[in-house]
C-alpha cells in the first residue's frame, strides 16, 4: 500500500523560479493595475509612519510592513515545487516533515520527503483528495470513491463513513475536525464518475466521533467544498465551487448552522490562520480574507488554486495545489489548528 517510486518531474529551484515569474503577491485593492510590480503590495495605502524621535545623523529605521505584506517575510515569493504532477489536492504537513498531497489524476497520494524527493504513499488512493488529522495523529482522507476514511500507522485503512440515510455519499472531498473529534466534510459530485446521485443533494455533513452518526448539516449548497473552522470554532467555513465564494455558517449549540453569510472569493480548498484569517483557493490564485469578509490580498497564479496548507519546520510554509502542481511560499502565519 505504501510504495515508494522514482521521482517524476521535480524542478530546481532556478527553473522553478522563472517558470513562475508571473506569479506575484498582490493587494487586491491594487490586483486589476497591470504595472503592479511582483512584490509584496498592501492591500491598503500604508499607513504614514509614526514620527519618531531621532537622534542628529540618524537613518530613520524603515516603517514596518502594514495589511497584506506583514503576512510575508521581506522578498517572499510563489516557489513551484514540481510541475506535470497532474491535479493536485489536499496538502498535508507531517510530524515527521514531509508532505503528503494527493494526485488527483493518477488516484495516488504523494508524499515529499525532507530531501525534496517525490514519492508514493498510498498508491491506489481510491480517489483520495482532501486531508485532516484527527486528533489522535491519524491521517483522514475525503475519498471521491464516496467515503470518509481513517488511515492507520499500520497502513490499514478504516472507514468512517459511507452513506447517508441508507445513501452512497457521492464524492467527499475535503474535511476538517474540530478539537472534540467531530469531523465535517464537504460531498460534491466532482468524484461520481459516472455513479448515480443517490443522495439527491450535495451535502455539508457532521460526523460524530463517539456514535459515527452522520447528519447533514447544509444541503443548498449546489458544490459544497473547502471547509475549515474559525479558532474559536464558533463558525463553519465552506466555499462552493458554482457559486464561486467562501460562506461563513453560525454553528449553533444544538449542532445545527445558522443562516450562511458570504465572504469573498473562493472555489475549493481553505484554511484559517490562528488570527481567523481565511485563506481561500481561487482562480486566480489564494485569496486572504478576513471574518468580515475583507479581501486582504491575492497570491496570484498562473494557474487556479485547489487547495491550501500551512507546514515547514516552523509551521509557516504555504503549500498550494493546483490544476497541474504544487507551488510554495513562505509566510508569518500559522494554522489556527495546524492539520485539522
Ligand atoms: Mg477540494
Not at 47 to 61: N, Q, V
Request: hydrophobic share 40%.
Amino acid at each position: 500500500m505504501f510504495r515508494r517510486t522514482a521521482s517524476p518531474s521535480r524542478l530546481t529551484p532556478g527553473i522553478a523560479t522563472a517558470l513562475i515569474a508571473a506569479s506575484v503577491l498582490t493587494g487586491c485593492a491594487q490586483a486589476a493595475q497591470p504595472t503592479q510590480p511582483p512584490a509584496v503590495a498592501s492591500a491598503t495605502p500604508a499607513a504614514p509612519a509614526a514620527t519618531e524621535p531621532t537622534t542628529a545623523g540618524a537613518t530613520p529605521s524603515t516603517p514596518a510592513p502594514t495589511g497584506f505584506a506583514a503576512l510575508f517575510p521581506e522578498g517572499a515569493k510563489v516557489e513551484l515545487l514540481f510541475d506535470n504532477v497532474g491535479f493536485t489536492e489536499g496538502p498535508l504537513w507531517l510530524p515527521d516533515g514531509r508532505l503528503i498531497f494527493s494526485r488527483m489524476s493518477d488516484n495516488i497520494v504523494a508524499v515529499v520527503g525532507d530531501d525534496g524527493s517525490l514519492s508514493d504513499y498510498l498508491n491506489p488512493s481510491n480517489g483520495a483528495n482532501g486531508h485532516a488529522f484527527d486528533w489522535n495523529g491519524n491521517i483522514l482522507q475525503a475519498e471521491h470513491s464516496g467515503r470518509v476514511t481513517r488511515l492507520e500507522a499500520d497502513g490499514t485503512v478504516t472507514v468512517l463513513a459511507e452513506s447517508f440515510e441508507g445513501k452512497r455519499l457521492n464524492s467527499p472531498n475535503d474535511l476538517v475536525v474540530r478539537s472534540d473529534g467531530t469531523v465535517f466534510f464537504t460531498d460534491p459530485t466532482f468524484g461520481l464518475n459516472g455513479r448515480e446521485n443517490e443522495i439527491g443533494f450535495q451535502g455539508v455533513y457532521r460526523l460524530d466521533p463517539a456514535t459515527q452518526t452522520l447528519t447533514a448539516l447544509i444541503r443548498d449548497l449546489p458544490m459544497p467544498n473547502g471547509i475549515g473552522l474559525s479558532p474559536d470554532e464558533s463558525t463553519l467555513y465552506v466555499s462552493d465551487t458554482t457559486l464561486a465564494q467562501v460562506f461563513a455558517f453560525p454553528l449553533n449549540a444544538d449542532g445545527t448552522v445558522g443562516e450562511r453569510r458570504a465572504l469573498g472569493p473562493g472555489i475549493d480548498g481553505l484554511l484559517v490562520d490562528s488570527e481567523g484569517r481565511i485563506w481561500s483557493s481561487a482562480p486566480d490564485g489564494v485569496h486572504v480574507l478576513t471574518p468580515d469578509g475583507e479581501d486582504l490580498g491575492l497570491i496570484a497564479l498562473s494557474q487556479g488554486a485547489t487547495n491550501v496548507g500551512l507546514g515547514g519546520a516552523d509551521g509557516r510554509r504555504l503549500f498550494i495545489t493546483t490544476s497541474t502542481g504544487l507551488y510554495a511560499i513562505d509566510t508569518l502565519v500559522v494554522e489556527a489548528a495546524p492539520g485539522h
